[in-house]
């Protein structure tokens, strides 16, 4: 069977189809997947069966691999690259990170670098009624973009916001140790995607903290309006897990939450990996 890239019915994702993860893939499918992946944001592949040690070998074709405070605490043992969420708890101690992620963000935007993208392996999804939960919402910072007023786009093109690592509560807390690690950084408001061009914006509420030049109540009401506006509706794409999913997005034009509507005795269980990225411009 050879491989397919069917787009969804929203301005992102695509599922691609035809493709055996577990699988060494050669260099035109990898290329192609790439391709798909970079216009499309979000791709997913479904019915898969994968190792960790698979999972990390897909990810390193998109490059380095990227740790985050997460994984030091909740890793797959002898894969420091896989971070584990879950909600299953184990003799008492929880097994993954829980809760992670329901406030829209994008991933590490509070490094220097942050992560060219993620890639989500889906073991086990809550149900009820034979309905999954626990799905993930991605909305297209670049169709967000696109949409703006010329006007809007020439006062923001050039500006540069403030992320800083305290600014969001977290699924767990940060030691002193790790708020030392990652002083505050800037990244330009409206990027431009490395492999397509694409401009997008990348603002959020809780990791923006300040733009620079602008006063601290005209940039706390410019960064929630933009928030909201790339969040609208109309740029949403809301993924419905079913087990054996890979997907991945990308965390330049994509942002994305998840939504907390399970408990135990409904279990989560999903495997993810962090590639590497660069410098924003
Ligand atoms: C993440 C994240 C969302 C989810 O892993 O970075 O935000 O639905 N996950 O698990
Ligand atoms: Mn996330």
């Given at each position: 069977?050879?491989?397919?890239?069917?787009?969804?019915?929203?301005?992102?994702?695509?599922?691609?189809?035809?493709?055996?993860?577990?699988?060494?893939?050669?260099?035109?499918?990898?290329?192609?997947?790439?391709?798909?992946?970079?216009?499309?944001?979000?791709?997913?592949?479904?019915?898969?069966?994968?190792?960790?040690?698979?999972?990390?070998?897909?990810?390193?074709?998109?490059?380095?691999?990227?740790?985050?405070?997460?994984?030091?605490?909740?890793?797959?043992?002898?894969?420091?690259?896989?971070?584990?969420?879950?909600?299953?708890?184990?003799?008492?101690?929880?097994?993954?990170?829980?809760?992670?992620?329901?406030?829209?963000?994008?991933?590490?935007?509070?490094?220097?670098?942050?992560?060219?993208?993620?890639?989500?392996?889906?073991?086990?999804?809550?149900?009820?009624?034979?309905?999954?939960?626990?799905?993930?919402?991605?909305?297209?910072?670049?169709?967000?973009?696109?949409?703006?007023?010329?006007?809007?786009?020439?006062a923001?093109?050039?500006r540069?916001?403030?992320?800083?690592?305290?600014?969001?509560?977290?699924?767990?807390?940060?030691?002193?140790?790790?708020?030392?690690?990652?002083?505050?950084?800037?990244?330009?408001?409206?990027?431009?995607?490395?492999?397509?061009?694409?401009?997008?914006?990348?603002?959020?509420?809780?990791?923006?903290?300040g733009i620079?030049g602008m006063e601290p109540d005209e940039a706390e009401a410019l960064i929630a309006a933009?928030?909201?506006?790339?969040?609208?509706?109309?740029?949403?794409?809301?993924?419905?897990?079913?087990?054996?999913?890979?997907?991945?997005?990308?965390?330049?034009?994509?942002?994305?939450?998840?939504?907390?509507?399970?408990?135990?005795?409904?279990?989560?269980?999903?495997?993810?990996?962090?590639?590497?990225?660069?410098?924003?411009?």
């Amino acid at each position: 069977m050879s491989m397919k890239v069917v787009p969804t019915a929203a301005v992102l994702g695509a599922e691609i189809a035809g493709v055996d993860l577990s699988r060494a893939l050669d260099d035109p499918t990898f290329a192609a997947i790439e391709r798909a992946y970079n216009e499309y944001g979000v791709i997913f592949f479904r019915g898969q069966s994968i190792t960790p040690a698979q999972q990390v070998a897909f990810t390193r074709r998109f490059g380095e691999i990227e740790f985050n405070i997460f994984g030091e605490r909740w890793s797959v043992q002898g894969n420091p690259e896989i971070v584990v969420l879950s909600n299953v708890t184990e003799g008492g101690r929880p097994t993954g990170v829980r809760r992670a992620g329901e406030r829209w963000h994008s991933d590490m935007c509070y490094t220097a670098r942050p992560p060219r993208g993620t890639v989500l392996y889906a073991i086990e999804v809550p149900e009820l009624h034979g309905l999954s939960l626990g799905d993930t919402e991605f909305a297209s910072a670049a169709a967000a973009w696109d949409a703006l007023p010329d006007a809007m786009k020439r006062a923001l093109e050039g500006r540069r916001a403030v992320f800083d690592f305290r600014g969001r509560k977290r699924a767990l807390t940060p030691t002193q140790e790790e708020i030392d690690r990652n002083p505050p950084v800037r990244h330009p408001i409206v990027r431009t995607h490395p492999s397509t061009g694409r401009k997008c914006l990348y603002v959020m509420r809780d990791d923006c903290t300040g733009i620079e030049g602008m006063e601290p109540d005209e940039a706390e009401a410019l960064i929630a309006a933009l928030a909201d506006h790339i969040v609208k509706p109309a740029f949403v794409y809301r993924h419905q897990w079913r087990p054996g999913d890979v997907l991945m997005w990308d965390n330049c034009t994509v942002q994305h939450r998840a939504i907390q509507d399970y408990d135990m005795p409904q279990r989560r269980l999903m495997h993810r990996t962090t590639m590497g990225g660069a410098v924003p411009a």
